[in-house]
C-alpha cells in the first residue's frame, strides 16, 4: 500500500471513529459531516464492507435525528452493498430499515421487515429488534403479535427493555392477553423499573449540573483570558499606530525645517544679490532710479527731462538687471510659454513682483504714489508691476485674462495719472522703468 493510500485510509478510520463517538453523544447534526466524509473514501477505496457499514450508521444517525427520508436512502444503500456481509449482519440493516419505515409512516411494510429479520439479528440487536417490533405490531392494532414480543422484552437482563415490556403489556389493547393472576406482579415490577428510571435519571440530572456548572466557570474564565488578550492586542496595536504617527510627525517636521531654512538661505542670497546690484546701480547705473524729489512738480519735470533724453538718443529704457534675473520673472515667462493660462488675482506671485520691484529700487513705489497722489488700484499695480517687468502689451493680455482693448484703456489711463494729461500711450513703458 503506497503512503497516500495509508493516508487515506488512516483518515477515513479517524472520521468513522469521530462520527461515531458524535453518535454516541447525541450530537447528530455534527456527526453527520464525518460519516458523509468517511463513505467518500470508502468510494475512493471501493470498500464494500465499510459503505455498507458507514452507510448503516448514517441511516441510524437520520433516525435518531427524526428524518426518514435520508435514513430509508442510506440503509437501503447499506442493503444493496451488504452482499458479502453475514446474515446477521444483514438482519441488522433490515431491523435499522423496518425502524426507518415505522418512522416514515409505513407501518405494513415496516412489520414485513422486522418479521423477516428477528429471528436472525446479532444478540446485540436482539432487545433493540424487540422493542421497534413491538411498536410496529402495537401501531398495525396486531396486538396478539405486539404482546409476544413484549413478553420478550419483560424477560430481558436490561432493565430499560423490561420497562419497555411492562409498559405495552400493560397498556390497555394488551392487558387481556395477560393471566390475571400475574398482573399484580407485573405491575409491581413496572413500579419497580420506572422507580429505578427516574431515580437514574435524578443521578444523571445532578452529575449533568455539575458538568454544566463546571463548563459555565471554566467558558467564563476562557471567555475572561480571550477579553484581556484581545484588550492586550488593541493596546499594542494602538501603541504601534501611535509610535507610528510620532515618528512620521517628527520625521516631517525635521524635513519641513530643513526646507524651511533651506528656502531662507536662498532667500537671504537672493537678498544680498539685490542689495549688489542696488548698489551697484546706486554708485552710477545711468538705467537705475532716480533719487527721490520731494517735490511733485519736480519729480515729473525730471521724469519728462529723462524721457526727452532716450527718445532724442533713440533709445529706451531698460528692465532693471535685478528683475530679469529674479525667479519671479522667470514664473512670468513659464506661464507665457507653458499652459497660457492668467495669473489670479490671489496668486500669491504678485505680491512677490510688488517685493522685487522695492528690492530692485526702494524709491520706485512710493514714487508712484507721489504721482498718482494716492496709492494705486491692485489692478493698477499689476500693470505698472508688467510694464516694470518689461512685458508687453499682448503678453498682458495673456497674463491678465483681459481683452486688448482693456489692456490698452488701463495703459492710457496710467499715462493721464503719471504725466498728469493724456499722451502718447507708448511713452508710458519707458516712463515707469525709469522711475
Known amino acids: 500500500m503506497s503512503p497516500i493510500e495509508e493516508n487515506i485510509t488512516l483518515r477515513g478510520n479517524i472520521l468513522s471513529q469521530t462520527g461515531r463517538l458524535l453518535y454516541k453523544l447525541r450530537l447528530y447534526d455534527q456527526a453527520i459531516p464525518f460519516i458523509k466524509d468517511v463513505l467518500v473514501i470508502d468510494s475512493i477505496e471501493k470498500d464494500t464492507f465499510c459503505l455498507a457499514y458507514d452507510n448503516q450508521l448514517l441511516g441510524k444517525i437520520y433516525i435518531s435525528d427524526k428524518n426518514s427520508y435520508l435514513a430509508k436512502k442510506h440503509l437501503t444503500l447499506a442493503r444493496k452493498f451488504a452482499s458479502k456481509l453475514s446474515n446477521q449482519d444483514v438482519a441488522n440493516i433490515i431491523s435499522n430499515l423496518a425502524e426507518a419505515e415505522e418512522l416514515s409512516g409505513n407501518i405494513k411494510q415496516a412489520a414485513y421487515l422486522v418479521r423477516s429479520c428477528i429471528d436472525s439479528v446479532t444478540p446485540d440487536y436482539k432487545n433493540y429488534t ?49 393471566d390475571p393472576d400475574s398482573l399484580p406482579l407485573y405491575f409491581k415490577r413496572y413500579h419497580k423499573a420506572l422507580e429505578d428510571y427516574y431515580n437514574k435519571n435524578e443521578s444523571q440530572l445532578a452529575l449533568l449540573q455539575v458538568s454544566m456548572y463546571n463548563y459555565r466557570i471554566h467558558e467564563r474564565e476562557r471567555l475572561v483570558a480571550e ?25 516631517y517636521y525635521k524635513m519641513k525645517t530643513k526646507q524651511n531654512i533651506i528656502e531662507l538661505n536662498l532667500a537671504l542670497s537672493k537678498i544680498k544679490n539685490l542689495q549688489k546690484q542696488i548698489d551697484e546701480t546706486a554708485n552710477g547705473d545711468e538705467g537705475g532710479a532716480t533719487e527721490m524729489l520731494t517735490n511733485f512738480d519736480d519729480l515729473r519735470t525730471e ?53 522685487l520691484i522695492s528690492l530692485s529700487n526702494p524709491n520706485f513705489w512710493p514714487k508712484i504714489n507721489q504721482l498718482f497722489g494716492a496709492t494705486p488700484k491692485p489692478h493698477e499695480r499689476q500693470t505698472i508691476a508688467l510694464i516694470r517687468c518689461g512685458i508687453t502689451p499682448s503678453q498682458m493680455v495673456i497674463l491678465l485674462g483681459k481683452t486688448k482693448g482693456t489692456i490698452s484703456s488701463r495703459r492710457e489711463s496710467l499715462c493721464i495719472k503719471i504725466f498728469g494729461a493724456k499722451t502718447d500711450i507708448r511713452a508710458i513703458d519707458n516712463a515707469i522703468r525709469l522711475l
Request: proline share 3%.
Open 303 to 355: 521724469l519728462n527731462r529723462r524721457l526727452d533724453e532716450i527718445q532724442t538718443q533713440g533709445q529706451k529704457a531698460e528692465v532693471a538687471p535685478a528683475i530679469l534675473k529674479s525667479d519671479e520673472y522667470k514664473t512670468i515667462q513659464e506661464h507665457l510659454m507653458g499652459t497660457g493660462k492668467s495669473i489670479s488675482d490671489t496668486d500669491p506671485i504678485w505680491n512677490q513682483i510688488f517685493d
Open 227 to 251: 477579553n484581556r488578550s484581545r484588550m492586550f492586542a488593541v493596546w499594542c496595536c494602538i501603541i504601534v499606530v501611535v509610535c507610528l504617527i510620532a515618528a512620521i510627525a517628527a520625521l
Open 130 to 178: 424487540l422493542n421497534n417490533a413491538t411498536e410496529i405490531y402495537y401501531k398495525a392494532g396486531i396486538f396478539d403479535s405486539a404482546y409476544a414480543y413484549s413478553y420478550e422484552l419483560i424477560h430481558s437482563n436490561d432493565k430499560n427493555n423490561r420497562r419497555n415490556g411492562y409498559s405495552y403489556i400493560l397498556s390497555p389493547p394488551l392487558l387481556h392477553f395477560s
